[in-house]
């Protein structure tokens, strides 16, 4: 098979192949033989994008990992000012507790899919929970 190529090279450098036969080969080489596993076009666009982007990815997932850093440290920060503000008998409307429910479960969300734990927000999660109920039962919202 590599003979038969150079063989080919050879006829296209000594000009014998027409310019009918370059084109055949040019578009023969754009079909991939399955049990060949070598496409040189995947490589050699691979190569171009490593070259062309560089760290791109590296920085995107960077980029998402700050972001995620910041949106936890805000979930948290909302859920404990939250309960802190439930134990002060500060009022709060039935949007305000819905809000909070949901990022409390965005959060939990997160902390099941990452295999982490935090037993403080738990916490306040739960007593959050427990008097949304109880204000519920009683029709306590503002």
């Known amino acids: 098979m590599i003979?038969?190529?150079?063989?080919?090279?050879?006829?296209?450098?000594?000009?014998?192949?027409?310019?009918?036969?370059?084109?055949i080969l040019i578009i023969l080489s754009f079909v991939q033989i399955s049990p060949i596993k070598f496409n040189p076009y995947d490589k050699f666009f691979s190569w171009l994008r490593r070259k062309l982007l560089g760290d791109f990815d590296e920085d995107i997932?960077?980029?998402?990992e700050r972001i995620d850093s910041v949106w936890i440290n805000f979930t948290r920060q909302h859920i404990l000012r939250f309960a802190r503000e439930c134990r002060q008998n500060v009022i709060h409307s039935r949007d305000e507790w819905r809000y909070v429910l949901s990022i409390a479960n965005e959060y939990e969300k997160y902390c099941r899919d990452n295999k982490?734990?935090?037993?403080?927000?738990?916490?306040?999660?739960?007593?959050?929970?427990?008097?949304?109920?109880?204000?519920?039962?009683?029709?306590?919202?503002?």
């Open 61 to 64: 997932k960077d980029f998402r």
């Open 3 to 23: 003979e038969a190529l150079l063989a080919l090279f050879d006829y296209v450098r000594n000009g014998s192949i027409s310019n009918i036969g370059i084109i």
């Open 116 to 142: 982490l734990t935090n037993g403080i927000i738990e916490a306040e999660t739960e007593y959050i929970r427990d008097s949304y109920q109880e204000r519920i039962r009683d029709g306590k919202f503002m």
